[in-house]
């Protein structure tokens, strides 16, 4: 066996992640039945997130957390304001992915 047994470096992930995130921009670029430029950067925004979820060919899920300033919460409940709590998974509980079009949607009539 020439394989070394072992888990990927992390090295190797972060170059796994975006050799996908190159491959699957070609990928959108090409792609013929996408006609617009909306239509090819939705593609790519929804396979990106299909990739954190665990959708892609030889990735596994992947965890998005919020990493806030250490100052954050201190600045924005002195202003009254909510803050981002840090060490807080988003996406631990759902598929970004089955979310997307939705929300784009939303974000798409706030221009009308």
Do not use: C
């Amino acid at each position: 066996m020439d394989k070394e047994v072992r888990p990927y470096t992390k090295e190797e992930a972060q170059k796994a992640v975006l050799r996908n995130i190159a491959n699957t921009t070609k990928y959108w670029l090409k792609e013929s039945r996408a006609k617009t430029t909306e239509a090819k950067l939705t593609g790519l925004a929804f396979s990106i997130l299909a990739m954190i979820d665990g959708s892609a060919i030889g990735l596994p899920a992947m965890d998005i957390v919020l990493r806030p300033h250490i100052s954050d919460e201190d600045f924005h409940r002195s202003r009254g304001e909510k803050w981002w709590q840090d060490g807080m998974a988003i996406n631990d509980e759902v598929h970004l992915h089955d979310m997307w079009h939705e929300i784009y949607e939303e974000v798409k009539k706030e221009d009308d």
